[in-house]
């Protein structure tokens, strides 16, 4: 990516990023541990990441990205999830402040159509690399 184009995609993400950035340093103050991962930060570990993970099963989450900012429950979880969360990344950088309510509305539009509201939303479809709906990841 061109100079001017990556900082442009940082300022679009930034609002975002910003949301990232105080839930990593929450994260960070609770023992979380801080890393590059390609041209994003992570927050792997710590007191929030062992509580996330004994959430019930329905509010559980391995790792989610806010704009350049990646916040996973554990370092494995952030390996994992790593190719995943970078797509998202991609997508907040193209969306900017507009990734949260469209990824929203996607959501919404597949329950309206009775679909999964999150394995059939449009940007996590892209995310596992899946075409079409209802398809389940492997
Ligand atoms: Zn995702």
């Known amino acids: 990516m061109h100079r001017c184009t990556r900082i442009g995609a940082?300022?679009?993400?930034?609002?975002?990023?910003?949301?990232?950035?105080l839930a990593g340093l929450a994260?960070?103050?609770?023992?979380?541990?801080?890393?590059?991962?390609?041209?994003a930060?992570?927050?792997?570990?710590?007191?929030l990441g062992r509580w996330v993970d004994r959430l019930p099963p329905a509010c559980r989450f391995s790792a989610m990205t806010l704009g350049h900012v990646i916040l996973a429950v554990n370092t494995a979880s952030l390996a994992e999830s790593r190719e995943h969360e970078l797509v998202h990344v991609g997508q907040y950088e193209r969306w900017?402040?507009?990734f949260l309510p469209a990824y929203l509305l996607s959501s919404l539009w597949q329950v309206l159509c009775g679909r999964r509201a999150y394995?059939?939303?449009?940007?996590?479809?892209?995310?596992?690399?899946?075409?079409r709906p209802s398809q389940s990841p492997s």
Request: no cysteine; glycine share 12%.
């Open 10 to 21: 940082y300022v679009w993400a930034a609002p975002n990023t910003a949301v990232g950035l």
């Open 41 to 47: 930060l992570a927050f792997s570990g710590g007191w």
């Open 96 to 98: 900017g402040p507009l």
């Open 27 to 39: 994260a960070f103050l609770l023992g979380a541990r801080l890393s590059a991962v390609s041209h």
């Open 119 to 131: 394995w059939d939303n449009h940007f996590e479809r892209q995310a596992f690399g899946r075409d």
